[in-house]
């Protein structure tokens, strides 16, 4: 299995001749050589993970390829066939293993609603968490797609994550909010982080894979 990280929140995951697209947001460039997509998860309602145009760029791709999110998504993108999921289902789509956790978006403010969040596990190897620091309880996770940077991340919050989930390996996501130099200092935080449980840490550009 191969990940491939893009702008932002964005993230193509192939495996085999198929292909399963996660959080393709309004940061994120077009994707392409999506013949194979089978499946698309978006893991919360906010722009900078889904988008109308990308969504029907997708399915012209690829037309009938299902789509998961919580209910929040459905409301939002109502034009569109969305499979509601929720915290604790298990999905299989292709030759993907879909598990959702955590459940509700990580608070920006007070004065903004919190609104519902799934991470989402693919074949027992990669977990994305969205836009949460939620933590797959019992479970070794090998590979964690970490949140860099937002506006209701704190870089202490965000070690403290990594130290809980205690990754084999881990890369940076969620990104576009950060400078070139916010990226260097939060990547090498997650570094320290990520090597404290053994674990190794991969920086990765938009367009760069690593292989699971």
Do not use: C
Request: aromatic share 8%.
């Amino acid at each position: 299995m191969r990940v491939t990280k893009f702008e932002h929140a964005t993230l193509r995951i192939d495996q085999s001749d198929q292909t399963l697209v996660i959080d393709p947001g309004s940061f994120t460039t077009p994707l392409d050589d999506l013949n194979g997509l089978v499946g698309i998860v978006l893991t919360h309602e906010h722009p900078d993970h889904w988008t109308p145009e990308h969504l029907d760029r997708l399915l012209r791709a690829a037309p009938g390829t299902p789509i998961f999110a919580p209910s929040g998504v459905a409301a939002a993108a109502s034009g569109y066939d969305i499979t509601i999921v929720s915290p604790g289902q298990t999905v299989t789509v292709g030759d993907f293993t879909l598990r959702f956790f955590g459940g509700t978006h990580a608070i920006i403010h007070s004065s903004i609603p919190t609104i519902e969040n799934v991470g989402v596990l693919v074949n027992e190897e990669l977990y994305y968490p969205g836009d949460s620091y939620a933590v797959p309880e019992g479970i070794a996770i090998d590979t964690l797609a970490a949140p860099l940077g937002a506006p209701w991340l704190k870089i202490g919050e965000a070690m403290d994550y990594v130290l809980a989930v205690k990754p084999r390996r881990a890369f940076g996501t969620h990104d576009m909010t950060l400078s070139v130099a916010g990226k260097t200092m939060h990547r090498a935080r997650l570094q320290w982080a990520t090597e404290q449980g053994g674990g190794e840490f991969f920086v990765l550009e938009p367009g760069e894979s690593l292989d699971l």
